[in-house]
């Protein structure tokens, strides 16, 4: 059983006064009323738009321009720092980039070399480099560019303290329908699109995998971004992102986020704008023209869902908006503070909850949690964040749709028979339906019948330590399973027998 990052191990004596210090912390922030059982029936603050006033969503008459700043440390901070200065012209579905990364050795190892993850690069002819240059305490000899990785010879060795900045010039060339990095009729995704350095291990060096048949295969680390971007013919566009997109004037926008996963931008010329704000939290919806209603649904849930998550997980939602995107390409993909979802579900929305568009709308919202806060190796153990936010759909049902549990079980799970060795990486199956089955829906039944095992108390206690332990962090199952049950029963070895081999 492979680790992807060792941090470190946990004596039960840390779990309780870490989860004695959370019921301190955590006593004012859950809801009205609200326990984390399954008796439990208090509806949200908002779920649909029947309901809403038109003081709870006000959609907006005219642009406004609002500048975020980064927070800033107290103390100095060694993250990785991405600068770019973009020139995106919509139209020809191109863009020049001119980007910096300003790199601390975080190894603890004196380095020969750098290895860079390059997504783009994953596809031919959409990735250009043109030039590559290094600065500060190492200079570059050589470098070759091998699909998603990037190595850059350093001309001498980077001590373990030393710092060095990584100059690159390219050219993206996203392909039409491409998904998340490409281009439609309707939008322009940029998602996954620059070159980043990887975390690294010291057993197994710099954690880079390769593109499979499913499932997602890339490992970020926590950075800071500063992104300029410069819209060649800006008439009509509307720019989407992880992170509010200040504009300067009419073509350009400049955005700063501390401490994300990523940066992640969506541009159209066919957005409509709906909001709602929940707990100083703004959700923005960007729809397609005719969509409207069920974008302000799709919002409504994730609205509710950052609330009874935050309560559920012990871990507030960190940032002031998330933006969820309508896209022509199938299904949903979550980033940090953004997530995708296909309009064919918005198409297909029937204004209850029984429908896909509810569900997943809860489900990549809960991955601001399972992915974005508490990070995973998404190649070899996907299930980690994957089951944990399938489960998430049945705790939000729980909470405000209590008479739907037993219809979820059957029209999310059971419909589709799930087997299958829930921990499977992303290399061990081809098969699409076959890796949800046993990665997610599998991984749902594991983490249900967990909960059986070692009671509602216990199981919600060992989420919040889980999140709280290794928030910005990247955690391994191992870790996940020590936190929930650190001298487990014969009854979870049976359980992890069963499930996990």
């Given at each position: 059983?492979?680790?992807?990052?060792?941090?470190?191990?946990?004596?039960?004596?840390?779990?309780?006064?870490?989860?004695?210090?959370?019921?301190?912390?955590?006593?004012?922030?859950?809801?009205?009323?609200?326990?984390?059982?399954?008796?439990?029936?208090?509806?949200?603050?908002v779920?649909?738009?029947?309901?809403?006033?038109?003081?709870?969503?006000?959609?907006?008459?005219?642009?406004?321009?609002?500048?975020?700043?980064?927070?800033?440390?107290?103390?100095?901070?060694?993250?990785?720092?991405?600068?770019?200065?973009?020139?995106?012209?919509?139209?020809?579905?191109?863009?020049?980039?001119?980007?910096?990364?300003?790199?601390?050795?975080?190894?603890?190892?004196?380095?020969?070399?750098?290895?860079?993850?390059?997504?783009?690069n994953?596809?031919?002819?959409?990735?250009?480099?043109?030039?590559?240059?290094?600065?500060?305490?190492?200079?570059?000899?050589?470098?070759?560019?091998?699909?998603?990785?990037?190595?850059?010879?350093?001309?001498?060795?980077?001590?373990?303290?030393?710092?060095?900045?990584?100059?690159?010039?390219?050219?993206?060339?996203?392909?039409?329908?491409?998904?998340?990095?490409?281009?439609?009729?309707?939008?322009?995704?940029?998602?996954?699109?620059?070159?980043?350095?990887?975390?690294?291990?010291?057993?197994?060096?710099?954690?880079?995998?390769?593109?499979?048949?499913?499932?997602?295969?890339?490992?970020?680390?926590?950075?800071?971004?500063?992104?300029?971007?410069?819209?060649?013919?800006?008439?009509?566009?509307?720019?989407?992102?992880?992170?509010?997109?200040?504009?300067?004037?009419?073509?350009?926008?400049?955005?700063?986020?501390?401490?994300?996963?990523?940066?992640?931008?969506?541009?159209?010329?066919?957005?409509?704008?709906?909001?709602?704000?929940?707990?100083?939290?703004?959700?923005?919806?960007y729809v397609?023209?005719?969509?409207?209603?069920?974008?302000?649904?799709?919002?409504?849930?994730?609205?509710?869902?950052?609330?009874?998550?935050?309560?559920?997980?012990?871990?507030?939602?960190?940032?002031?908006?998330l933006?969820?995107?309508?896209?022509?390409?199938?299904?949903?993909?979550?980033?940090?503070?953004?997530y995708?979802?296909?309009?064919?579900?918005?198409?297909?929305?029937?204004?209850?909850?029984?429908?896909?568009?509810?569900?997943?709308?809860?489900?990549?919202?809960?991955?601001?949690?399972?992915?974005?806060?508490?990070?995973?190796?998404?190649?070899?153990?996907?299930w980690?964040?994957?089951?944990?936010?399938?489960?998430?759909?049945?705790?939000?049902?729980?909470?405000?749709y209590?008479?739907?549990?037993?219809?979820?079980?059957?029209?999310?799970?059971?419909?589709?028979?799930?087997?299958?060795?829930?921990?499977?990486t992303?290399?061990?199956?081809?098969?699409?339906?076959a890796?949800?089955?046993?990665?997610?829906?599998?991984?749902?039944?594991?983490?249900?019948?967990?909960?059986?095992?070692?009671?509602?108390?216990?199981?919600?206690?060992?989420?919040?330590?889980?999140?709280?332990?290794?928030?910005?962090?990247?955690?391994?199952?191992?870790?996940?399973?020590?936190?929930?049950?650190?001298?487990?029963?014969?009854?979870?070895?049976?359980?992890?027998?069963?499930?996990?081999?």
């Amino acid at each position: 059983m492979r680790k992807s990052i060792k941090i470190r191990t946990l004596r039960i004596v840390t779990f309780v006064v870490a989860f004695l210090l959370l019921l301190n912390l955590l006593g004012c922030s859950k809801l009205p009323g609200s326990t984390p059982n399954a008796e439990a029936t208090n509806t949200p603050n908002v779920i649909s738009t029947a309901e809403m006033t038109s003081t709870e969503i006000q959609l907006p008459t005219e642009s406004v321009t609002e500048t975020i700043e980064p927070t800033v440390n107290a103390e100095p901070s060694n993250k990785t720092v991405y600068r770019f200065e973009v020139d995106l012209d919509y139209n020809k579905h191109s863009l020049l980039v001119r980007q910096t990364i300003q790199y601390q050795n975080q190894t603890g190892q004196v380095l020969t070399e750098i290895k860079l993850v390059v997504p783009p690069n994953a596809k031919s002819k959409v990735f250009s480099l043109n030039s590559l240059e290094v600065f500060g305490d190492a200079t570059l000899k050589d470098y070759s560019l091998d699909g998603v990785m990037l190595t850059l010879q350093l001309a001498q060795p980077l001590s373990a303290i030393g710092s060095i900045s990584i100059s690159l010039n390219y050219n993206l060339n996203p392909k039409m329908q491409g998904g998340v990095l490409g281009y439609s009729a309707k939008q322009l995704n940029l998602s996954d699109w620059y070159p980043f350095v990887p975390p690294y291990d010291l057993q197994n060096g710099w954690i880079i995998h390769q593109p499979a048949e499913v499932g997602e295969y890339l490992v970020y680390e926590g950075a800071d971004f500063d992104l300029t971007l410069n819209l060649i013919d800006p008439t009509g566009l509307i720019v989407a992102a992880s992170v509010d997109a200040a504009p300067l004037d009419l073509d350009t926008y400049h955005i700063l986020a501390e401490n994300r996963r990523g940066i992640t931008l969506s541009i159209s010329d066919q957005y409509t704008l709906v909001t709602n704000t929940i707990d100083g939290i703004t959700v923005k919806g960007y729809v397609f023209v005719g969509d409207e209603v069920a974008g302000q649904a799709a919002v409504d849930y994730t609205a509710s869902a950052l609330q009874l998550y935050s309560e559920l997980f012990g871990l507030p939602y960190p940032h002031q908006t998330l933006s969820v995107v309508e896209s022509d390409f199938p299904d949903g993909m979550e980033y940090d503070g953004l997530y995708y979802l296909s309009d064919f579900y918005y198409k297909n929305y029937d204004s209850t909850f029984q429908n896909y568009l509810a569900l997943l709308s809860v489900h990549e919202t809960s991955h601001q949690w399972w992915f974005a806060a508490v990070a995973n190796d998404q190649a070899l153990e996907p299930w980690l964040d994957e089951s944990l936010a399938t489960y998430s759909e049945y705790l939000y049902i729980e909470r405000y749709y209590p008479e739907l549990t037993n219809w979820w079980w059957d029209y999310r799970v059971n419909y589709y028979k799930p087997a299958g060795r829930v921990n499977l990486t992303i290399y061990d199956q081809t098969e699409l339906r076959a890796y949800i089955n046993a990665v997610y829906l599998q991984g749902a039944v594991f983490l249900d019948k967990l909960r059986q095992a070692l009671g509602d108390e216990v199981f919600f206690a060992g989420l919040k330590i889980y999140t709280n332990t290794y928030n910005q962090q990247i955690a391994s199952w191992e870790e996940f399973l020590e936190v929930m049950e650190p001298d487990p029963s014969d009854a979870i070895k049976t359980l992890l027998q069963e499930n996990i081999k």
